[in-house]
């Protein structure tokens, strides 16, 4: 009796160590499958930020030439516009214009209104500094 205890117990822990070792065989087929399939993933979704990344730049690029292009054209739409109503342009979006001596007065002195126009879409952001200089001698 002890030699089949003994049998028993012999094979019960060889149909442990059959069992253990098919649990572990399939563990580690699941294992490199969940790898497999994590790696495919990984890689469709670089390969997919890649084009969206290469996609977002070229309209990026088209915008940009389109935004360049219709400034260039509102820019000059707006510089026939500023020259037809008497403006000069004096540089980027500033123009001036001098005023009309009816629209003004200086009393007993010799002086000339200048007006400063901004065509910049903000508008004048910061400040604007004219230095006028006086030429002697002339009307």
């Keep these: 009796m002890p030699g089949q205890l003994h049998r028993a117990a ?3 822990a060889d149909a442990r160590a059959a069992a253990q070792a098919s649990t572990d ?3 580690k ?6 790898d497999a399939f994590w ?3 990984q890689t469709d979704n670089t390969k997919l930020y890649d084009k969206q990344r290469s996609d977002g730049a070229a309209f990026n690029s088209s915008q940009a030439a389109d935004h360049a292009a219709e400034q260039a054209g509102t820019s000059e739409s707006i510089r026939t516009q500023m020259e037809a109503q008497g ?3 004096f ?3 500033y123009y001036y214009q001098y005023a009309p001596k009816s629209e003004y007065t200086c009393g007993y002195l010799k002086c000339t209104v200048v ?3 901004t065509m910049a879409a903000a508008g004048c952001p910061g400040w604007l500094y004219v230095a006028p ?3 002697h001698g002339s009307s």
């Design 10 to 12: 012999a094979q019960a």
């Design 25 to 27: 065989a399939a563990a």
């Design 29 to 34: 087929k699941k294992k490199e499958d969940s």
């Design 39 to 41: 790696a495919k993933v």
């Design 87 to 89: 403006s000069t342009r």
């Design 91 to 93: 540089s980027g979006p």
């Design 115 to 117: 007006r400063v126009t």
């Design 133 to 135: 200089s006086i030429e």
